[in-house]
C-alpha cells in the first residue's frame, strides 16, 4: 500500500502537465463548451450514451465476481488452493494483452462492434466452462480468455463517449459510465457471496452471468457510431 501510495504520488505532477481548459477542448473540436451539469443532463437524455452505461454495469459485474470469487470458484471445484492464485495470476496477465489489444482495433474497427464482440466472448467462454472438467488447467484456460476480456471494455467504452460528446467534459461523462460499472462491481461481488452461501455453488450466478452477458451484447448494436473514415490505400499514399 505505502508503494502505491508512493506511484500515486509520483502520477499527480501529470495532472499539471496535461492541464487543460474546456473552452479550448470545444474551440479544437468546433463544439460550444457547456459545464459538466450541463454535459451530464445532455447526456443521460441520450439513448446511445444510457445503452453504453447499461452494458458498462455488466462489465463491473463480470470482473468484480471473478477478482472476488474465483479463487472460492477453484476451491469450490475440488482444486489445490495455488490454482487458484495461478487462475489470478492467468486473468491479469491476459487482461494486459486484451486491453492493448483492442486499444490497437478501435481504430480499425466500430467500438460498438468491438463491445458486442467482448461480451459474446464472455458468455460463450463461461458456457463452456461449465461444461468443460475442472481441471488446473482448464481453470488456467478460462482465466485466460477472461482475462483477455476483463478490461478491454474500457477502450471502445472511453473512446465512444469521447465520440458522442467531445473531450471537453470527458472524464466527467466517463466518470457517470465508470459509476454504472462500480454499481454492477457491487452486485457481482455480492450476489456471488449470496449465491453461494445459500446453495453451496457459485452456478446460478455462471447462469445469470451468461444471460448479463448476451444482453450487453445485444444493447450495444442499436448503439449510433458515426462510421470510421476510410483509410487510404497504400498508392493513394
Sequence with gaps: ????????LLCLPAAWVLRGTAAAHGTATGQKPVGAGQAVKQALRNSDYLLLGAGFFVCGFHVAFLAVHLPGVVEACGL???????????????????????????GRWRMKSLLSLIY?????????FLFAPKTGP?????????????????????????????P????????????????????????????FERTGAYDWVWYI????????????????EAPLPARPSAATA
Excluded at 500500500?1 to 500515486?8: D, K, P, R, S
Excluded at 478490461?151 to 458522442?164: C, D, E, I
Design 168 to 195: 471537453a467534459n470527458m472524464a466527467t461523462l466517463f466518470g457517470v459510465v465508470m459509476l454504472t460499472h462500480q454499481v454492477g462491481a457491487f452486485v457481482g461481488s455480492w450476489l456471488g457471496g449470496r449465491v
Design 120 to 128: 459474446a466472448v464472455r458468455a460463450l467462454a463461461v458456457l463452456v
Design 80 to 106: 489445490p488452493t495455488q490454482w487458484g492464485g495461478w487462475a489470478l495470476a492467468m486473468l491479469g496477465l491476459f487482461n494486459i494483452v486484451g486491453s492493448l489489444a483492442v486499444g490497437w482495433a478501435v
Design 209 to 224: 452471468d451468461i444471460v448479463l452477458a448476451i444482453g450487453a451484447a445485444l444493447v450495444h448494436l442499436p448503439i449510433r
Design 138 to 166: 482448464v481453470v488456467l484456460m478460462f482465466a485466460a480468455v477472461m482475462g483477455l476480456t476483463y478490461l478491454s471494455t474500457v477502450p471502445p467504452t472511453a473512446g465512444l463517449v469521447a465520440k458522442f460528446f467531445g
Design 1 to 8: 500500500m505505502q508503494v502505491l501510495a508512493l506511484m500515486t
